[in-house]
């Protein structure tokens, strides 16, 4: 059976630090517009362990394969929420915090190793 990744894979955007939903419009507009699906997440920025929480509840109302993008702190998160998800397939970092290979928990003390 073929499928048509653009109406089968769900784009989910996670915003950065100090930014919300909506600094994803203009790229959701553009994706959505050349038949993607889209769904650009507003984490609440409480804690780390919220947003994650946030993001895996998103992530379990979409149908079919995950594509997740992470900006800047989004960057954490996606890795987070999208670890024991079969749904995932793939991650994507854009000018964002990649935590190395085995790394888990709050980024934060990226900010404070030196």
Do not use: C
């Not at 089968?8 to 790229?27: C, I, R």
């Not at 995950?66 to 890795?79: K, M």
């Amino acid at each position: 059976m073929m499928t048509n990744a653009k109406t089968d894979t769900t784009g989910v955007l996670v915003h950065a630090a100090w930014a919300d939903g909506s600094s994803w419009n203009k790229v959701t507009g553009k994706l959505q517009g050349k038949g993607f699906n889209v769904v650009a997440v507003q984490i609440p920025l409480t804690s780390f362990t919220d947003d994650v929480a946030v993001l895996k509840k998103v992530l379990l109302r979409q149908k079919g394969p995950i594509v997740l993008a992470g900006h800047s702190y989004g960057g954490a998160v996606i890795t987070a929420a999208a670890a024991g998800n079969p749904n995932v397939k793939a991650l994507v970092y854009i000018a964002a915090i990649v935590p190395d290979e085995g790394e888990r928990g709050s980024p934060w003390p990226i900010f404070i190793r030196f």
